[in-house]
């Protein structure tokens, strides 16, 4: 048995209240602690590393990047009914990052009527915007398993700090995060090829969401997928190429 977070969203909504009256508030009231049944559970690794990179007082965004990691090997080990609940990923925002949250919003631009947005926290509608939920999930994309048992994590820094588009637009915010080999592969032409904003929406239209109604992209392997995309780099002009051919044929 453990003790998880866990905070509605009306909750994340009163705490965004006082945030947008420049109150300084803590977090400890927003969530609650309940016991999950079967369940191990332990942030101490996490809050370790997110200690040691805080204090290199490094912008939001790349904390948010640089934990991302971290933050999967932690909670990958929790069962689908709690990783599927937003309450928790609320609740472990408000519990483990809210610092790590308030600092990134108040780094960011966007407002709502003058006041800040606060979807970080959960209080908005679009659950996906959860620090601790799109961390995971970004971690989780990226993951790759070592022999021995550790995890590295490719192109989840080298994506860049000003990717948030990127992710919640094209990958996590879309059927393309839940077919891992795919958008790993996904995420890895980006890194390669750095589309600019309008390409970038042009190709994900027509070379990554089109191709998904004839094509079973979540049944690729890493592998058919780095061909199929690079591909449809080519074939769409976004990259010029002398494998053209050979990668036509394949």
């Known amino acids: 048995m453990a003790l998880l977070p866990f905070a509605s ?11 947008n009256s420049d109150a300084e508030v803590t977090s400890g009231s927003f969530f609650e602690l309940r016991e999950v049944d079967g369940v191990e559970f332990s942030a101490d690794r996490f809050t370790e590393a997110k200690t040691a990179v805080m204090r290199e007082l490094r912008p939001a965004a790349e904390l948010e990047l640089l934990l991302s990691g971290e933050l999967y090997v932690e909670l990958r080990g929790l069962p689908t009914e709690v990783r599927e609940d937003y309450d928790f990923w609320r609740g472990f925002t408000l519990a483990f990052l ?13 407002r709502r009527n003058g006041e800040r947005k606060w979807e ?18 970004r971690g989780q994309v990226c993951a790759t398993e070592n022999g021995d048992g550790t995890f590295s994590f490719p192109n989840l820094v080298e994506i860049g700090t ?5 992710w919640l637009s094209h990958v996590l915010g879309t059927h393309t995060g839940t077919e891992h080999s795919f958008a790993k592969a996904f995420v ?4 390669e090829n750095r589309l600019s904003t309008d390409p970038l929406r042009a190709f994900v239209r027509d070379s990554v969401n089109r191709p998904k109604r004839t094509i079973a992209t979540h049944l690729m392997s890493l ?5 199929h995309l690079a591909n449809q780099l080519i074939l769409g002009g ?10 036509q044929e394949q």
């Open 9 to 19: 969203r009306a909750s994340c909504q009163e705490l965004a209240k006082q945030l």
């Open 98 to 110: 809210y610092d790590v949250a308030v600092q990134r919003a108040l780094e960011g631009k966007a």
């Open 120 to 137: 970080i926290i959960g209080a908005g509608s679009n659950t996906r915007e959860i620090l601790a939920w799109r961390m995971f999930s």
């Open 162 to 166: 000003t990717s948030h588009d990127f």
């Open 188 to 191: 890895k032409l980006q890194v």
């Open 223 to 227: 592998e058919e997928a780095e061909r």
């Open 238 to 247: 976004w990259a010029p190429s002398s494998d053209n051919d050979e990668l």
